[in-house]
């Protein structure tokens, strides 16, 4: 009998639950409709922004700073830059780097931060402590900070936002996932799976991975959104990417010290970030009514 | 385990993580391409110049000397000095302070004294249009960057209101009143984020309360029902919000640093950037060290708080 066990087949078992759950709390919820609107109306312009931007972003080809104008010849909906380059391509182009960058970098400290919290929620003992004592190091340094020594070494790169911000997450996932895990050790299928044989790697995987879940997805969005917050700081501050790359927050960065004259160059990609974190935030707090997590709840 | 024996418990591990990070941040900052030494003298120094001042700085001692040396400087209190003014660390970060910490302060003050009576309005009347009005207003302040609040700031009243400048700070020492409205703004960027978590906290947290039994019973018992919310709700309500609040404290860093920067305010922030920009690196892992000892500190004296008014927390508890 041992050998016949499929631990495929609970995991498949409860991600199809978890995932009626979330098509339930999707569909009823306005919060939900709109976050998930306008996150997939962001995400397509920035995966589609070769076809569908107007200019070549980095064309420095047009009047210097003219206001948004939707008709005419020159017509720029957003406006132009203090280079004369087009805002509304800049800014598709720069939704690519700030999704991808938060969304990489939550995925990166949710991979590192699950697998920590499963290892010593599942091991206890001295294990339990090692590392529960390391995500209490990645937890004390200051991300900015983070991101500025990453800067310090390596130079300005798309990379060492994302590390940094990944870094500044570990501790999240690490510990919602091991305190999940505490309680899920203890249920009696997974007494009964050790009985049958099945190793620690599929129980952990297969078994109680699944059941830790909702509480997970709900804070990898609550962190989507505080990471686009945070790149854009990184971008403005100038510690992030490179200062031609035109991402949200760099866009509005350069459009600071030039608000009286041109106040669309720093006001529209601010407006931009600000509809895009409110959609995924009310979207996270409409899953966490859903799945009626507790954790997270500090956004 | 008891009151004692956990807090010297937690107290050790907080020293060990400030330990370990120190030593990360030893060897990251020996990890940065470049000779401090040529950085000090310029590029057109040369060689016996460079390789004296290698002997100054101690970089010609071997690896475990210089930790050794940097450790025991580090417990004495001493961060090293300014590759450029040649200024102590500690001190050039202490002169730094006064606007990032008057920042704060303000900031969170502002942010307590709108978001939980708005937080606390939303759970009394939950559903209602006060409950909708406070929570779209509370997720949006926190869906913006401090730093883009501060713009929009100058433009829609530094701008128009003249009293109210867009740019500098004044100290404390110079009079309240040019202090206060020189921070007003960067403490309202900073704070606007900071009440709407503490708005929801508030909400969530005195939702909880309501439906708790003791207030059934005090309900029950004919008290009326804002004596009932003032004497049992409010106290239990604001518990954790008053500990998230703290630890929320810490993360207030990054949108200060930016927020200094829009309002061109030479605090923390400003020190820290300029520093990256010149390589200064002993005030780079000064900041670093400093901000994560009052991070894991402050977390920890949250910690001990909680549980003394709490004491139904365990001690060593699993979270």
Redesign the interface.
């Known amino acids: 009998m041992a050998t016949d066990h499929r631990p495929q087949d609970g995991w498949l078992h409860t991600s199809i639950g978890r995932l009626a759950q979330l098509k339930q709390a999707v569909s009823g919820d306005p919060k939900a409709i709109f976050g998930l609107g306008v996150v997939t109306v962001f995400l397509l312009a920035a995966i589609l922004a070769p076809e569908l931007a107007p200019h070549d972003p980095m064309a420095q080809e047009f009047g210097i700073m003219d206001p948004p104008r939707i008709v005419g010849i020159d017509a720029h909906p957003l406006g132009t830059d203090s280079y004369g380059r087009d805002l509304l391509s800049r800014i598709m182009f720069g939704a690519r780097i700030s999704l991808g960058v938060s969304l990489g970098a939550v995925s990166l400290g949710a991979l590192v931060g699950v697998s920590l919290g499963l290892l010593a929620g599942y091991s206890g003992g001295w294990i339990d402590d090692l590392l529960m004592?390391f995500v209490?190091?990645t937890w004390?340094?200051?991300?900015?900070?983070v991101a500025?020594?990453l800067?310090?070494?390596f130079g300005q790169s798309v990379w060492n936002v994302v590390f940094a911000i990944a870094f500044a997450y570990i501790d999240d996932f690490a510990?919602i996932t091991r305190?999940e895990v505490?309680s899920i050790r203890e249920e009696e299928y997974i007494a009964a799976a050790k009985n049958i044989g099945v190793s620690d790697r599929d129980i952990m995987l297969n078994e109680v991975l699944p059941n830790a879940v909702a509480p997970l997805i709900v804070q990898f969005t609550v962190l989507v959104?505080r990471a686009m917050?945070?790149e854009?700081?990184l971008s403005?501050?100038?510690?992030g990417v490179k200062p031609t790359t035109p991402t949200w927050?760099a866009l509005?960065g350069q459009g600071?010290g030039l608000?009286?004259q041109a106040?669309w160059i720093?006001?529209i990609p601010?407006i931009l970030?600000?509809i895009t974190?409110?959609g995924i935030?009310?979207f996270g707090?409409s899953l966490r009514d859903a799945f009626d997590v507790q954790q997270g709840?500090?956004? | 385990m008891g009151v004692a024996e956990y807090t010297i418990k937690r107290t050790i591990?907080a020293v060990?993580?400030?330990y370990?990070?120190a030593t990360?941040?030893f060897i990251?900052?020996r990890?940065?391409?470049g000779d401090p030494a040529r950085l000090i003298l310029g590029g057109d120094a040369d060689a016996d110049a460079i390789a004296a001042m290698r002997r100054e700085l101690g970089l010609d001692q071997p690896m475990y000397v210089q930790y050794f040396r940097w450790m025991s400087d580090l417990l004495r209190g001493d961060l090293g000095e300014s590759i450029y003014t040649g200024e102590p660390v500690i001190g050039r970060i202490v002169g730094a302070a006064e606007p990032s910490v008057s920042i704060a302060v303000v900031g969170i003050c502002i942010a307590m004294a709108v978001a939980i009576p708005a937080g606390i309005l939303s759970a009394t009347r939950q559903n209602g249009w006060e409950d909708y009005v406070a929570t779209l207003v509370s997720?949006?302040s926190?869906?913006?960057?401090?730093?883009?609040i501060g713009?929009?700031l100058?433009?829609v009243v530094a701008?128009r209101v003249d009293a109210i400048p867009s740019y500098g700070y004044t100290p404390i020492s110079e009079g309240i009143r040019p202090w206060l409205l020189n921070i007003l703004l960067p403490s309202l960027a900073v704070g606007l984020p900071y009440a709407?978590?503490i708005s929801?906290?508030t909400r969530?947290s005195m939702l909880d309360v309501l439906s708790q039994d003791y207030m059934q019973t005090a309900r029950a018992k004919g008290i009326p029902p804002r004596a009932a919310l003032l004497k049992h709700g409010l106290q239990n309500a604001l518990m954790p919000v008053v500990t998230?609040a703290g630890?929320?404290f810490?993360l207030l860093?990054?949108?200060i640093?930016?927020v200094e920067?829009?309002f061109g305010i030479q605090g923390f922030g400003r020190l820290?950037?300029r520093s990256?920009e010149r390589?200064d690196?002993p005030i780079?892992q000064g900041?670093?060290i400093i901000?994560?000892i009052i991070?894991?500190f402050m977390n920890l004296v949250v910690d001990l708080l909680y549980m003394s008014i709490n004491p139904k927390v365990r001690y060593g508890g699993?979270?």
């Open positions: 004592r209490d190091v004390a340094f200051p991300w900015l900070l500025i020594m800067v310090a070494i510990r305190s505490l959104a917050l945070a854009s700081t403005f501050l100038g510690v927050g509005l600071r608000i009286e106040w720093s006001i601010g970030i600000v974190v409110l935030n009310l707090d709840e500090s956004v | 591990q060990a993580v400030v370990v990070v990360v941040v990251a900052i990890s940065v391409p997720f949006l926190i869906s913006m960057p401090a730093f883009w713009i929009v100058i433009l701008t709407g978590i929801r906290m969530s998230v630890i929320l810490a860093l990054g949108g640093v930016a920067i829009v820290l950037i990256i390589q690196f780079v900041s670093v901000v994560s991070f894991v699993e979270s």
